[in-house]
């Protein structure tokens, strides 16, 4: 009869979500501090963690907000890989010009049943730290980030506003944000 509750109890080993942006903040540090890797493979390193740990497509939908509904499956499907390649040139070029940082996660507040907020500051060298919110979604123990709030920004939600402004101001037309990103990610 123990071995029957044992069996059925959920494995000790699963991360929290306090405990997986954690071990994703230090093995990004890692990667792109790294002095040794050509920055090239800095990169691929750094976008495999990237992909692995953050729900790419859930947060390239939330990005496109209401012009998802108008966008056709082919713009759909185009737009979330060029999203995805995107962010991760993005933020990989931004954080390969950072040395010497180091994360501190400070807490966990839990949003819903499935959502977590996690806090952190970025501590720098020299200056003040700088408030990182991580907001983690939960589905049945596979643990993804779904926004980042920096100094209380949602990424998310400014990157909304951005493409939004691309698309509204050529007459609602997704295809002129395709665009932009093929260019942009051509760079």
Known sequence: MTFA????????????????????GGTAVMILADPETDPGK???KFAELFTKGFDLPL?????????????????KAEYVSLFEEYVIDTYANRLNSYAGQTL???GATPISDN???????????????????WRVLDRGGDL???DV???????AISQRSEFGAVIA???????????RLRAQNSK
């Open 5 to 24: 509750l044992f069996a059925t109890a959920p494995a000790m080993s699963a991360e929290s979500p306090k405990q997986m942006v954690e071990r994703l």
């Open 115 to 133: 959502e977590t907020m996690v806090s952190s500051l970025i501590e720098q060298p020299q200056g003040e730290p700088v408030k990182v919110d």
């Open 42 to 44: 800095r990169t691929q």
């Open 169 to 179: 101001n050529n007459g609602g037309n997704v295809e002129a944000l395709l665009v």
């Open 149 to 155: 709030l920096v100094e209380g920004v949602s990424m």
């Open 104 to 106: 501190r996660i400070t």
């Open 59 to 75: 947060v390239a939908r939330i990005v496109l907000g209401r012009y998802w509904r108008v966008a056709t499956p082919e713009q």
């Open 144 to 146: 993804k980030i779904v």
